[in-house]
C-alpha cells in the first residue's frame, strides 16, 4: 500500500516535495517534515568548505574586529590562549642516556630563545599566538625557515607565522601534471597535500608596498596548517567565534544604546514649561544661537514668572530585565564559544566552589582534548622533528646512528602547563594519597603539573647534597599531635611526595 501511495505522489510532484509529503503521511523523524513550525527552516546543504569560501573571509574579519573592539571577546581571547598554552607546552625527550637527554633538552631550551623569524618571541609565544589566531580565523599556518650558519643560530631554523588571510580562500584550478588547487591549497592525484599557494602580500596592509594578489608556491613540507576541523573532509578553518558573532555584535550595540539613553537622560535636569512665547529667564548666547538656559545652585530660590512652572527630569530606567537579559545573552555566548561564563565576562558574583569546580573540570577536558590534537600533534610534534634533524645536519648534536635509530631520538613526550587548584590544600592531599595508594607515580603527577620528573628528581637531588655540605635542613623532623601527616606544624603541604 505504502509503495503504491509513494508511486502515484511521486508523479504527481517533484522529487524534494515528494519526499517532505511521504514524510508528513508516514511520520517518523519530526526534524525532517515539513511542518508548520519547520517550513521555513531549510539549511543549505552546502559542503563546509563551500561555505567557508562563501562567508570564511567576512566571518573571519568580523571575528578580528569583535576582538579588537568588545571587551568580551578580548576576554574571552585571552583566556582561551592563557588555559592553552600558558608558559609554554614543553618537550621532555625520551632518550634514555641521561647526560644525552640533558644536552638535547639543554640546546632546544637555547633555540626556542631564536625560533621567532620575526623576533618578538620565544617559541613558547609562538604557540600562544597560533592558539589566539586558531580561535579567531580558525587555523594559522607556520613555515619553517631554514637560516645560513653565519646567521648565528644555535639551530639553523626559525619559524615565521602567516595568517589565513594570506592563503586566498578562492583560488580553485587544475594545474599541470593533474594536480588541483582547491582553497589556495594543492593537492595531488591521490588527495595528497604538495603545496600551499600563499599571497606575498597580505591583502588588507597598505603598508606593504607591491603588486597585490601575486602568489608563492611553497611545498608543504616546509608548512605546518594548525587547524582544529569540525568536518570531515573541511580543508580550511572557521572562526570559533561563528556561532557567537551576531549575539555578541547586537548585545554590544544593545550596550551602546543603553550608554547613550543614560548620558542623554543626565544632561536634563529640570524643564520650565510657561503659557507664554517670553523671556521667563536668562538667555545665554552660545556659538550656534541662543540657549535658554538656567543654571542651579543647591538650596537656591528661584523667582519664577507667571504661569511658569517647573518639572523635573524623569528619564525611564533600565528595569529589572537588564541584568537577567545580560546574563542570559553571555551564558549563551559562553555556551557558543565553549568558554565558562566567569572566562567570559569576569563576573565572578554568581561564583561557588561547587558550580566553579564542574564548570572548570569540563572546560579543562576540552582544553587537554584540544592540546593533545592540535597543538601537541599538528605543531609541536612537526616543529621538534624538524628541529631534531636540522640539529644532527649541522652539527649541534652529536647523536650516533641517528639515520637508524632516527624514531627513538625523537621519541618526546610533551607536558602541558598545570592547572591551579580550586582548593590547593585538599587537592595535594588527594594527589598525595594517590601515590601513597599505588593509584598514580610520581612521574604522571609531575607531568601533570608540566615538570619532567628525570629533571625533578636531579634538582631535588642536588638540593639535598647542597643541604648537607652547608648543614642546612628545611624537612620536617617531627609531627605534632593532631595534625595530619601532610602538613608540618605550620599547616604547610608537605611536597616530598611529589617532588
Request: net charge negative.
Amino acid at each position: 500500500m505504502l509503495g503504491v501511495i509513494s508511486r502515484l505522489v511521486h508523479r504527481s510532484l517533484g522529487v524534494g516535495r515528494w519526499r517532505r509529503q511521504v514524510g508528513a503521511f508516514i511520520g517518523g523523524f519530526e526534524a525532517g517534515e515539513a511542518s508548520r513550525r519547520l517550513r521555513h527552516f531549510q539549511p543549505s546543504r552546502a559542503h563546509l568548505n563551500t561555505l567557508i569560501a562563501a562567508a570564511g573571509a567576512d566571518i573571519t574579519a568580523r571575528a578580528r574586529w569583535l576582538v579588537r573592539n568588545n571587551g568580551y571577546a578580548a576576554n574571552a581571547i585571552e583566556s582561551w590562549a592563557g588555559n592553552v598554552v600558558g608558559d609554554g607546552i614543553k618537550p621532555s625527550s625520551l632518550i634514555a642516556d641521561a647526560d644525552l637527554k640533558a644536552r638535547v633538552q639543554r640546546l632546544w631550551l637555547d633555540w626556542t630563545d631564536d625560533s621567532d623569524a620575526e623576533g618578538f618571541t620565544d617559541f613558547y609565544g609562538q604557540q600562544r599566538r597560533a592558539a589566539r589566531e586558531v580561535f579567531i580565523a580558525g587555523e594559522v599556518f607556520l613555515r619553517f625557515r631554514p637560516r645560513r650558519p653565519e646567521d648565528g643560530l644555535v639551530v639553523p631554523l626559525q619559524l615565521q607565522m602567516i595568517p589565513s588571510e594570506m592563503l586566498p580562500l578562492t583560488r580553485n584550478e587544475q594545474i599541470a601534471g593533474g594536480n588541483v588547487i582547491r582553497a589556495g591549497i594543492e593537492f595531488d592525484r591521490i588527495g595528497r597535500r604538495v603545496a600551499y599557494h600563499f599571497l606575498r602580500r597580505h591583502p588588507g596592509d597598505v603598508t606593504d608596498p607591491g603588486l597585490s594578489g601575486e602568489t608563492v608556491r611553497v611545498p608543504a613540507s616546509e608548512v605546518i596548517h594548525v587547524i582544529d576541523p569540525v568536518d570531515a573532509g573541511q580543508l580550511r578553518g572557521v572562526s570559533r567565534f561563528a556561532p557567537g558573532i551576531v549575539k555578541l555584535f547586537l548585545l554590544d550595540q544593545y550596550d551602546d544604546a543603553e550608554l547613550d539613553r543614560k548620558k542623554v537622560a543626565a544632561m536634563h535636569a529640570l524643564f520650565i514649561t510657561t503659557p507664554a512665547p517670553a523671556e521667563p529667564f536668562d538667555v545665554a548666547e552660545s556659538d550656534e544661537g541662543t540657549e535658554r538656559t538656567m543654571d542651579l545652585q543647591p538650596g537656591q530660590i528661584v523667582m519664577l514668572e507667571p504661569g511658569e512652572e517647573v518639572q523635573t527630569s524623569a528619564p525611564a530606567d533600565v528595569g529589572q530585565t537588564y541584568e537577567p537579559f545580560q546574563y542570559r545573552t553571555l551564558l549563551q555566548v559562553s555556551a557558543a564559544l565553549g568558554l565558562p561564563y566567569a572566562y567570559l565576562s569576569n563576573d565572578m558574583l554568581k561564583a561557588n566552589y561547587s558550580n566553579s569546580r564542574l564548570a572548570l573540570l569540563e572546560f579543562r577536558r576540552r582544553v587537554e582534548a584540544y592540546q593533545h590534537a592540535v597543538m601537541v600533534w599538528q605543531i609541536c610534534r612537526r616543529v621538534w622533528t624538524r628541529w631534531m634533524d636540522m640539529a644532527v645536519m649541522a652539527g649541534a648534536l652529536d647523536l650516533p646512528g641517528y639515520d637508524a635509530r632516527r624514531r627513538d631520538y625523537i621519541a618526546c613526550s610533551w607536558l602541558p602547563p598545570k592547572w591551579d587548584w580550586v582548593d590547593p590544600l585538599k587537592d595535594a592531599r588527594a594527589e598525595i594519597e594517590q601515590i601513597e595508594a599505588g593509584l598514580k607515580s610520581r612521574t604522571q603527577a609531575l607531568a601533570e603539573r608540566g615538570y619532567d620528573a628525570d629533571q625533578v628528581d636531579a634538582e631535588i637531588a642536588a638540593d639535598r647534597a647542597r643541604e648537607r655540605q652547608l648543614g642546612l635542613s628545611f624537612r620536617k623532623t617531627a609531627t605534632a599531635p593532631g595534625l595530619d601527616d601532610a602538613t608540618d606544624d605550620q599547616g604547610t603541604t608537605d611536597q616530598a611526595a611529589l617532588g
